[in-house]
């Protein structure tokens, strides 16, 4: 059954948001303008693809179409995933859409993602599970298994598995 990533995350208006990987934030903003959280903090190392300027056009982008004002706070960090520039126990729930398969030093960002998740918080993955070689980047993508195998190691567990739409998954781990 396809569910989309609020169905999935069921974020609250006060919960704090760190996405992994995030590229441009696009679809970040698009949900955020859907379903309002306390804070998104975005994450990604490439300063060309994130960036204020791209932000603000994707905010007003949203707005217009949604016909409302973004409420939702945003804040960009230039950083890798596996030296997150955040405090123990931030984030809420952190999101890995479309961008697991693209970080480097995986122990590291899952240690990362292990210190920053609040001790009730969940990580949300979104992948293509084939583990095939992604088009876009050429990188390989990940198995099931081997996502759920991984995350095991960091004591986060499976607690939602299910279909984006044709292509992706969800997994949502909590502790």
Same mark, same amino acid.
């Given at each position: 059954?396809?569910?989309?990533?609020?169905? +999935?995350?069921?974020?609250?208006?006060?919960?704090?948001?760190?996405?992994?990987?995030?590229? &441009?934030?696009?679809?970040?903003? *698009?949900?955020?303008?859907?379903?309002? /959280?306390?804070?998104?903090?975005?994450?990604?190392?490439?300063?060309?693809?994130?960036?204020?300027?791209?932000?603000?056009?994707?905010?007003?982008?949203?707005?217009?179409?949604?016909?409302?004002?973004?409420?939702?706070? &945003?804040?960009?960090?230039?950083?890798? &995933? /596996?030296?997150?520039?955040?405090?123990?126990?931030? /984030?809420?729930?952190?999101?890995?859409?479309?961008?697991?398969?693209?970080?480097?030093?995986?122990? &590291?960002?899952?240690?990362?993602?292990?210190?920053?998740? *609040?001790?009730?918080?969940?990580?949300? +993955?979104?992948?293509?599970?084939?583990?095939? +070689?992604?088009?876009?980047?050429?990188?390989?993508?990940?198995?099931?298994?081997?996502?759920?195998?991984?995350?095991?190691?960091?004591?986060?567990?499976? +607690?939602?598995?299910?279909?984006?739409?044709?292509?992706?998954?969800?997994?949502?781990?909590?502790?």
């Amino acid at each position: 059954m396809k569910k989309s990533l609020y169905e +999935v995350g069921e974020w609250s208006p006060t919960d704090c948001i760190l996405s992994l990987g995030c590229g &441009a934030a696009w679809w970040e903003i *698009k949900q955020t303008m859907e379903h309002e /959280a306390g804070e998104l903090l975005l994450l990604d190392r490439n300063k060309d693809v994130l960036n204020w300027d791209d932000l603000d056009e994707a905010i007003a982008y949203f707005e217009e179409q949604y016909g409302k004002k973004a409420v939702t706070p &945003a804040s960009i960090f230039h950083a890798d &995933a /596996a030296s997150i520039p955040l405090s123990d126990e931030t /984030a809420d729930q952190i999101w890995l859409l479309n961008s697991l398969h693209e970080l480097n030093d995986l122990s &590291a960002v899952l240690a990362e993602i292990n210190r920053v998740l *609040k001790v009730d918080g969940s990580v949300i +993955v979104e992948e293509i599970l084939t583990g095939g +070689v992604h088009e876009g980047c050429g990188r390989r993508l990940f198995t099931r298994s081997e996502i759920i195998d991984l995350f095991a190691l960091y004591d986060l567990h499976v +607690v939602y598995e299910g279909s984006k739409d044709e292509e992706a998954d969800y997994i949502k781990f909590g502790r």
